[in-house]
């Protein structure tokens, strides 16, 4: 059996966003008060706007280090272990209740389609005190999968 060879593929803006679109499970990466780095597992979608976005509520760490200094980066990781992923660099920004009702809804329309009921969805959302953080991309890795170095690939 051939080995796995690693690949690293550039994309474009777009590219990224098609790439990101129907991948949801991320570790967005922050700043603490000191400096150091913290990691949250999590949801997000692509708004549409081109920016990523996360549901969180105000006292998570998440939010409250992202509102101290907005420099975040998202790893974005397929379902599967071994598939591609992608890291990404930028500015967010912390919409909390009642701003953040409407970028909720599209939240979840982008990733889950349409709700059985938006009112009820919308009074869900106020009565939690939900915020989303919208990541705007300014850089990104290459698209990236594990594996052997090509220097390992099998020779024709």
Request: with cysteine; hydrophobic share 35%; glycine share 8%.
């Amino acid at each position: 059996m051939a080995p796995n060879i690693a690949t690293n593929t550039r994309v474009s803006p777009a590219d990224l966003l098609d790439f990101v679109r129907p991948r949801h499970r991320a570790i967005l990466l922050t700043r603490r008060a000191d400096g150091s780095p913290q990691g949250s597992p999590l949801t997000c979608g692509v708004d549409d706007s081109g920016r990523i976005v996360v549901s969180t509520y105000p006292e998570r760490a998440k939010t409250r280090n992202a509102k101290r200094d907005p420099r975040v980066s998202l790893i974005v990781l397929s379902d599967e272990w071994n598939g591609p992923w992608v890291q990404i660099d930028g500015t967010a920004e912390v919409i909390d209740s009642p701003d953040s009702v409407e970028p909720l809804v599209e939240y979840y329309r982008n990733i889950a389609g349409e709700h059985p009921d938006w009112d009820e969805y919308r009074e869900a959302m106020l009565k939690q005190g939900k915020s989303i953080i919208r990541v705007t991309p300014e850089r990104w890795g290459p698209v990236a999968t594990g594996g052997f170095p090509a220097r390992l690939a099998p020779q024709d």
